[in-house]
C-alpha cells in the first residue's frame, strides 16, 4: 500500500476523545480506553509481527471499540462525520450510487482523507477500511478507466491480461485513497438470464479459477506490498450464478457434488493466491441463505479452504435471512455466528451496534467469535500498511483515466472481441471502405459500459470520457467522410461496402437485468437491422451485451458477427478488429443458446447451441485458400482430457471433457481409463461400467449427440488418489 505517512496524533486528542465517550453515554462498562502515550504502543510498531500487533491492539480494545470494527457504512449514512469516532466504526463503503461532488479522483481523495482523519480520533486511532465496487476499473469516479466487464475479460482467456488490468485498477483506486474493491466477483454464471451474466468470467470453474489473477493484480504478490495494494474480495461466496431460472438473489438447487464441482473450485483458488476478503452471496443453496450458512462459509471457506482473511455480508444481506424488511438481533446473530466477520449494514449503523452489543452481553455471539472477527480484520488493515500510511499517496492520483492505463484498457478490448460469424471474410472492413454506422450503441458510452458504470445501474449517453465504437472507426478509416452514421440505419442505400450495426442492451446491474422472458434485441435495434438488411448491403453486426442474446433468427441476413461484450470506455479496441490491426482471439465464456427457450444451456449439458463454449473465429493467416490445410481428420472420432477439480484426503472430483474431433456428429462416445486403485463413488452426465481396475464412461440417452467440434464433459468423486490416467475415447 502506498500511501501517506502517519502525522503522529498528540496524546491529548485520545484524552479528549475518551472524555467525549463518557459524556456523550458512549463509554462502555469495559476498561477505560488506554491514554495512547507520545511513544509507539506494540500495535503502533511496524517493526512487530501483525499478529503480535493484532494482538496488543485487541487487548486494549473494548467491546464497543470491537463491534465498531464489524460495521461497514454507507459513507452517506455517516451523519455526522464524527460518528466514525464516536461508535469506532471499522469500515466506510460507497454503494453503487455512492458518489462525491464533483466527481473526480481529487474530490474522491479528499473526501477518504477526510474520513480517515476522523477515524484516526478514535482513542485506539485505528484507521478505518474504505471499500467501493471498483469491478471493471474504478468506475464510481468519472474518468477512470473502464475495463471490459468480466464476461469479455473472461473471453480473452489471458489470466496474466487480467492481472494486468488488476494492476492498473488498483493504481486508480489507491490514487482516490480507497482501500478495498468489492471485486472480483468469482460467480460461475449458469443460466443466462441472470443480470450479473456480464460479471461472470464464465460458465464452468475453469475461467474464473484462472482469472483469480485479478487478485494478485489488485493486491500485489502479497497485501500491502509495493505501491497501491488494495485489499481483493472474492464473491460472491457460493453459488450465486446457479440459482434455478436464474433469478438474481435466489436459490441454487443442486447437490453438494456440483457445488463443489462447478461454484466452489474459484473460491478455493482465490484462497490460494491470498485474498484478503469474501463476500457472501445473497442466494440460497437448497433453500437455506448463504449468509446463514455456517457449513459453507465456517466450515468450508474458513476451515476446510483455510480462508483466514474477513468474510463480508453483501449490502443489507442480513435484513433477508428472516423474510421481513430491516434487520432484528436474531438475524445479526445468524449471521455472525454462521461467520460473518463485517456486515455491510449499510444504513442504521446506531441500531446495529446496540443491537449486537446486546448480543455479544446476553451471550448469543460469544466474546471468541467477535474477537475473531476482529482479529481477521486488523490483520488485514496492517497488512494493507493503513496503521503507518492512512492517507492517500497523491503521486497515484493523477493515474486515475491515465493514457497509460487506457492503452492497457485497448488491449484487453481487443483480446476480448470474439468473431462468430464471418461470410466471405467481409472482416477485417478495409480502411478505405465506404461504410453506413448505425444502431444504438454505435456512439455511447454508457452503452458499451453497461452497468456499474458512474452509477450502480450505469445509463445510456456520456456518463464518462472515453471512445466509442464510432469514434474508434473514424480515428482508424483513411479518411472519415467515407464513415455516414445514422443509429437507426436511415439513409443507407446499395452504394456502400457494408453496414456496421452496432446493437445489443442498456445497461442494467443485478436483478434489474435478470430476463426471465425474450431475450432477443429490442425493437429499435431490429428496426434498424431490417433497414440496413433491405439495402443489399453486406451487414456486419457488434453485439454490445452483457450476455448471450437470442439472435439465431436473424442471423442468417448478417455477413459478420462479432460479440463486443461491455467493452468500457476504450472503445477504438472494437475498431482495432474490425480493420483487421488486430485478429479476433476471444473464445466464448459462455455457450451461445439457440433458443432462449435452452437456458440454462452449459457446456456438457448435450443441448446443441448455435454456438458451442470455446468458439471464436480469426483472420485467415492469407488471403487465399489455407496453404497447408489440417489432415482431414476420422468421420467419428474424439479426445478425452481428464482433469481433477479438487482433492481431499482420500478422495477426489474430477472432470473429464470429451471433444468431437471428426468431422460427422457422434451419437455415442465411451470413454476409458485406468482407476489405478480408486473407486468411483459417484458420477453424472455419464453411465459407467468398472471391470477389473478399468472405468467405462458412456454417454447418457439424455446427452442427444454430440456435433463437429462440440465438447461435452462428465464428473465423479472417487475415492483413492486420482494418478495421472490417460482416458481412451471412442466415437460412434
Ligand atoms: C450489491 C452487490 C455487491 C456489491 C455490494 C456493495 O448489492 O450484490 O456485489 O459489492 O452491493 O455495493
Redesign the pocket.
Known sequence: MSRSPLPRRPVLVAALCAVALSLTGQATAGPPPQPVSATALPYQDPSLPVADRVADLLSRMTVDDKIGQMAQIEKDALVPQSDLATYRIGSV????D?TVSPNNAQTWADTYDSLQRTALGSPLGIPVIY???A?HGHNAVRGATLFPHNIGLGATRDPALVQRVGRAVAREVAGTGIDWS??P?LCVARNDRWG?TY?SFGETPEVPGAMTTFVTGLQGETLGSGPASVLA?A??YLG?GGTTGGVD?GDTQVSEAELRAVHLPPFKEAVRRGVGSV?L??SSWNGVKSHAHKYLVTDVLKGELGFTGFVVS????VDQLDGQSGFTAAEITTAVNAGVDMV?V?HDYKKFLGLLRGEVSAGRIPMARVDDANRRILTKKFQLGLFERPYTDRSLTPGVGSAEHRALAREAVRASQVLLKNDGGVLPLAKNARLFVAGKSADDIGNQSGGWTVG?QGRSGPVTEGTTILQGIRAAVTDPSRVTYDRYGNGIDGGYTAAVAVVGETPY??MRGDRPGGMGLDQEDLQTLARLEASGVPVVVVLVSGRPLDIAGRLPAWKALLAAWLPGTEGDGVSDVLFGDHAPTGKLPMTWMSSASQQPINQGDGKTPLFPYGHGLTYGTGTGPDPDPEPTPAPKACTAQFRVTSAWSGGYQAEVSVKNTGTAPLTGWSVAWDLGGATVSSLWNGSLTVSQGRATVRNTAHNGALSPGATTSFGFTANGTAGTPAPQCAGS
Open positions: 463503503l460507497s454503494g453503487g455512492s471499500g467501493i465496487d469491478v468489492f471485486a466477483c450479473r460479471e474480495t464473491k460472491h450465486d438473489q463476500m452471496s445473497y453483501d449490502w443489507a444481506a455491510m449499510p450502480w446491474a443485478e
